[in-house]
């Protein structure tokens, strides 16, 4: 095998064949492809795609690059996975919904990317909590409680490892050739029986459009299907934050409302029933979809999903007792500000990308890799779309460490909200599924 001649083929229009991915995979997992080859592999495929078949081989030859789990249990091993966007903290609660509905979930899952909010800071602001867990924890955590949520080793899919920070630095992050692998080559490694994938629309998501959003939600299902795991794809609405706040242990209150209050379910629990109801049926724990987010839905209502949740909190070594006194344990800031509507109107828009960044910018997220998050920073009580709202009513409030990040945080948020005299369209917040 040669990298030269494999670089040639894709800058030829060409799709290498498998055996040649595989070896490339390899290479970039063992470091026999030079970083410069990397991002020459990473263009030619920007530049010029690959085939259906071409795209699978790529992510079955990543997955394989490193260990891939197999699991003994009586229950089907189930997952979601979410493109990104602000405010969404669905993997908290749908994670222990669904082990409370009869399936292992051993979710391997990320760290905050650009403007979105990832799943690990936010589980971390529980103090003690690790999700560094080697494969007899993890095996362990899930066997106890059902579910875990945790890191990658370097062990799962190391060739996507290497590839991602080689396109970090290239301009290739937006292939979709590649987002795709790089989902799929790390669930796939978690040795997966079925997954649903949540695909976000809107001015909060990767995927502004929903066009974009479809194209991306179509590779995922069809190779993901095509590598054998069931998989289905929801396409959500990132028009404004799927909760009313933004921020790692900020998002993690909001969880434990969702997971705790009898109250009206929001769109949190609206979401997170949609997606569970689909990889319930997929697995055929449940007749239909529909069927499936009323389990999703009891197990939220009557306790079992939260109780699935300090069970799995407790296995990754947090508190014992983090459920019942849950307000007690998360961090909260030096600095809380009241931010004031500038004029009378309803809420017609949100940048969801400009308010992640606000809250990057408080520090709870990183502007480069070595960046320690501070988990009490974000926004909270924001408004929904749509909202009426009065001159110098509340209409937000800034939580920061110091008073000149709240300055800053303050003006940016006012700069993301548009408001009008007329009541906005709403969008819906599921816009349609996709199934394998």
């Known amino acids: 095998m040669d990298a030269r001649r494999i670089i040639a083929r894709l800058r030829d229009g060409d799709t290498p064949p498998r055996d ?60 979601k ?27 391997i899952s990320g760290r905050g990317l ?40 370097a062990r799962i899919a190391p060739a996507d490892r290497r590839l991602y920070a080689i396109r970090d630095v290239t301009a290739t992050v937006e292939s979709l050739d590649l987002i795709t692998a790089s989902i799929l080559s790390k669930k796939l490694a978690a040795g997966l029986g079925g997954l649903v994938l949540d695909v976000k629309t809107g001015s909060g998501a990767f995927m502004k459009t929903p066009d974009d959003a479809r ?19 929801v396409i959500s609405d990132m028009s404004q934050p799927l909760v009313p706040s933004l921020g790692n242990a900020l998002e993690l209150a909001e969880v434990m409302r969702a997971l705790t209050d009898t109250a009206e379910p929001g769109p949190l629990v609206r979401l997170c029933a949609v997606l569970g109801g689909v990889v319930l049926a997929d697995a055929g724990l449940t007749k239909d979809v529909e069927a499936g987010a009323e389990s999703i839905a ?11 949740f300090g069970a799995m909190i407790a296995a990754q070594g947090g508190p014992l007792r983090f459920v019942e006194d849950w307000p007690r344990f998360l961090p909260e800031a030096n600095v809380i500000r009241e931010i004031t509507a500038p004029r009378a109107g309803h809420v017609a828009a949100w940048d969801g990308e400009a308010l992640g960044l606000a809250v990057v ?22 408004p929904a779309l749509g909202a009426r709202v009065e001159q ?10 110091r008073e000149d990040d709240a300055d800053r945080a303050g003006a ?19 816009l349609e599924r996709i199934g394998g």
């Open 215 to 233: 194209a991306l939600a179509r590779a995922l299902v069809d190779t993901a299907n095509a590598a054998g795991c069931p998989t289905s794809a």
């Open 20 to 79: 040649e991915l595989r070896w490339f995979a390899q290479g970039l997992a063992d470091h026999a492809v030079s970083d410069a080859q990397a991002g020459a592999f990473a263009m030619a495929v920007l530049l010029n795609g690959l085939s259906d078949e071409g795209r699978v081989a790529l992510t079955l030859a990543m997955r394989d690059s490193g260990d891939v789990l197999r699991w003994d249990l009586d229950r089907p091993v189930l997952d």
């Open 298 to 308: 009891e197990a939220i209502r009557d306790g079992r999903a939260a109780e699935r």
């Open 81 to 107: 996975h979410s493109t990104g966007g602000v405010g969404d903290c669905v993997s908290l609660v749908l994670a222990p919904a669904l082990a409370a509905c009869g399936a292992a979930v051993p979710m």
């Open 361 to 382: 910018g408080l520090g709870g997220g990183r502007q480069v890799e070595t960046d320690v998050i501070d988990p009490a920073v974000g926004l909270s009580d924001l």
């Open 114 to 153: 650009g403007h979105t909010g990832g799943t690990l800071d936010k589980i971390e602001a529980i103090p003690g909590l690790r999700t560094d867990l080697d494969e007899p924890a993890l095996r362990r955590a899930v066997g106890s409680a059902g579910a875990a949520i945790v890191s990658a080793s």
């Open 412 to 430: 940016a948020l006012l700069a993301a909200l548009t408001l009008t005299d007329a009541a906005p369209t709403l969008p819906p917040l599921v």
């Open 392 to 401: 110098g009513q509340p209409i937000a409030r800034i939580h920061a460490a």
